[in-house]
């Protein structure tokens, strides 16, 4: 019987493999007894690179951490020897790189099950998923739908400016021609005030004769 110090740690074992399940995007159940020494090398390599969390674990442990979080329907797949792919955010790289290595061994190395988004899947599920784009890929393709209408307005917007600048000359045109009348018009008012004076000053003149004819009368007088 196992003594109380090694229960407490197989229980605190469960509690955290539960924690880990439960803040894990994806997970994928496989068989790893078809994997050689290199090829596991090789495949835990290229799971730390892809901050893939990869273990093997027992069956009766899993099983109880599969309880606490509500995926015990994945219980039935805990047979044999099993390996668990965990990844925290990304939901295809982890089926994607076991399904790699399935191919890879011919089917020796085969998925069992897994889950999505605290989901229970099957097989052909991560499968589907594995075959997707990366994540990477899909971003990519993401941003230049986007891109793709902001850029053909930046060019209809392009060709609108450059088709009016072609046609800012004639416009103006007008615009140049507006002030002549202006000028002209200022410089006709000055001439009609420099005339009236003159027609003031001409009237005292054509009034001096007139003492003039007033004293023929005397002379007459005088004969």
């Not at 997970?27 to 050689?36: A, C, H, S």
């Not at 971003?139 to 053909?152: E, G």
């Amino acid at each position: 019987m196992p003594s109380v110090k090694i229960l407490k740690q197989k229980e605190q074992f469960v509690a955290e493999l539960a924690e880990k399940l439960q803040s894990s995007a994806c997970g994928v159940l496989v068989n790893y007894k078809g994997i050689n020494v290199a090829d596991d090398t090789k495949l835990r390599r290229g799971m730390r690179e892809a901050n893939v969390d990869y273990f093997v674990v027992k069956n009766s442990q899993l099983s109880r951490a599969f309880e606490k979080i509500g995926l015990s329907e994945l219980n039935e797949h805990l047979t044999g020897e099993t390996a668990l792919a965990l990844s925290k955010e990304d939901i295809i790289i982890a089926p994607k790189l076991v399904y790699g290595q399935v191919e890879a061994s011919k089917g020796k190395y085969a998925i069992k099950a897994g889950f999505i988004e605290g989901k229970p899947v099957d097989s052909v599920t991560i499968i589907e998923y594995a075959q997707l784009p990366s994540k990477e890929v899909l971003i990519s393709k993401l941003l230049f739908m986007l891109q793709s209408p902001i850029q053909r307005l930046a060019i209809a917007l392009s060709e609108i400016a450059k088709k009016g600048g072609e046609s800012a000359p004639v416009a103006a045109e007008p615009v140049a021609d507006e002030p002549a009348p202006v000028a002209e018009a200022v410089a006709e008012e000055p001439a009609v005030e420099a005339e009236a004076p003159a027609a003031e000053e001409a009237a005292p003149a054509e009034e001096t004769p007139a003492p003039a004819e007033e004293s023929a009368p005397a002379e007459e007088s005088a004969e």
